[in-house]
Nanobody, 128 residues
Framework: QVQLVESGGGLVQAGGSLRLSCAAS????????MGWFRQAPGKEREFVAA????????YYADSVKGRFTISRDNAENTVYLQMNSLKPEDTAVYYC?????????????????????WGQGTQVTVSS
């Protein structure tokens, strides 16, 4: 069983930065691929970024590429999402997710069905 707890959300002006954290329970965290997803009001949840077990491979949605950076610290059982140059359209609830069946990224790592553990989400609001 894996429990994920996100933190770091808040209100920020356009152009600003935030860093989200996702603290995970369980010794096997370091073996899991991890992902960030988001859901804006009235929209479906969408993929943001994913990272392999070692942090050596990352993958981003086109909408955040070059602005967001996913990273992880396996010693601290934590995955991060550094968000820079934030835009009002980045406003959403951000969710951390764990894929306990894979350590590396695949072509389906952006798919929600690949992830079997989810956090409760943290709100990010970007004002214009």
């Amino acid at each position: 069983q894996v429990q994920l707890v996100e933190s770091g959300g808040g209100l920020v002006q356009a152009g600003g930065s935030l860093r989200l954290s996702c603290a995970a329970s369980g010794r096997a965290f370091s073996m899991y691929a991890m992902g960030w997803f988001r859901q804006a009001p009235g929209k479906e949840r969408e993929f943001v970024a994913a990272i392999s077990w070692s942090g050596g491979s990352t993958y981003y949605a086109d909408s955040v590429k070059g602005r967001f950076t996913i990273s992880r610290d396996n010693a601290e059982n934590t995955v991060y999402l550094q968000m820079n140059s934030l835009k009002p359209e980045d406003t959403a609830v951000y969710y951390c997710a764990a894929d306990s069946t894979r350590a590396t990224l695949t072509k389906t790592s952006a798919a929600q069905y690949e992830y079997d553990y989810w956090g409760q989400g943290t709100q990010v609001t970007v004002s214009s």
